[in-house]
């Protein structure tokens, strides 16, 4: 049997593993940021000598060749790596919707023994037709609906890091 301490630990568990989730995420920002100036930097020098290129020097036309193609091979990369976040990502998904749904049911069963639980058999049935049982009902589906909804914003804002992060990577490339 689970127990409502049982179920309030799991959900404590559930919410530090978003907690930690946003940690991250918050630390993959910074470093995107950093990555941004990087590649600001290298987009300059980029287009410094692809002046000097058109300018007429055929001394780094081969340099710029080669950046060209590094360009290139940092491109193939990043439909790799987004590929593999993004399969990464969907997987996470499936996982988050398989704890919240664990996590709810436990939560209404616990509340359907907690609720019957203290009642003798002929309060039992008349609670079930009961008017207040079903308000209750109400509010655990509302309860329920809103913990979807911040889910969905979770993974809306992990595919948003993880483009970042796929965007960083290139930059990194690019170097």
Same mark, same amino acid.
């Given at each position: 049997?689970? %127990?409502?301490?049982?179920?309030?630990?799991?959900?404590?568990?559930?919410?530090?593993?978003?907690?930690?989730? &946003?940690?991250?995420?918050?630390?993959?920002?910074?470093?995107?940021?950093? %990555?941004? /100036?990087?590649?600001? #930097?290298?987009?300059? &020098?980029?287009?410094?000598?692809? +002046? =000097?290129?058109?300018?007429?020097?055929?001394?780094?036309? +081969?340099?710029?060749?080669?950046?060209?193609k590094?360009?290139?091979?940092?491109?193939? #990369?990043?439909?790799? %790596?987004? &590929? =593999? =976040?993004?399969?990464?990502?969907?997987?996470?998904?499936?996982?988050?919707?398989?704890?919240?749904?664990?996590?709810?049911?436990?939560?209404?069963?616990?509340?359907?023994?907690?609720?019957?639980? =203290?009642?003798? /058999?002929?309060?039992?049935?008349?609670? &079930?037709?009961?008017?207040?049982? /079903?308000e209750?009902? /109400?509010?655990?589906?509302? +309860?329920?609906?809103?913990?979807?909804?911040?889910?969905?914003?979770?993974?809306?804002?992990n %595919?948003?890091?993880?483009?970042?992060?796929?965007?960083i990577?290139?930059?990194?490339?690019?170097?």
């Amino acid at each position: 049997a689970v %127990t409502r301490d049982d179920v309030e630990e799991s959900l404590k568990a559930v919410f530090q593993f978003v907690k930690d989730k &946003e940690q991250l995420l918050q630390d993959l920002r910074s470093q995107i940021e950093e %990555t941004k /100036k990087k590649i600001a #930097e290298k987009q300059r &020098e980029r287009d410094y000598w692809l +002046e =000097y290129k058109n300018v007429g020097s055929k001394i780094h036309a +081969e340099r710029i060749s080669s950046l060209e193609k590094d360009i290139a091979d940092v491109k193939y #990369e990043l439909e790799r %790596t987004e &590929e =593999y =976040y993004s399969e990464a990502l969907k997987v996470v998904r499936e996982e988050n919707q398989k704890l919240f749904d664990r996590h709810m049911k436990l939560l209404s069963e616990e509340a359907l023994k907690n609720a019957v639980g =203290y009642l003798d /058999k002929n309060c039992r049935r008349e609670i &079930e037709e009961n008017e207040w049982l /079903k308000e209750e009902v /109400k509010i655990y589906r509302k +309860e329920e609906k809103d913990l979807k909804a911040s889910v969905q914003l979770l993974e809306e804002e992990n %595919t948003s890091l993880v483009a970042k992060l796929i965007d960083i990577k290139l930059q990194h490339l690019r170097a």
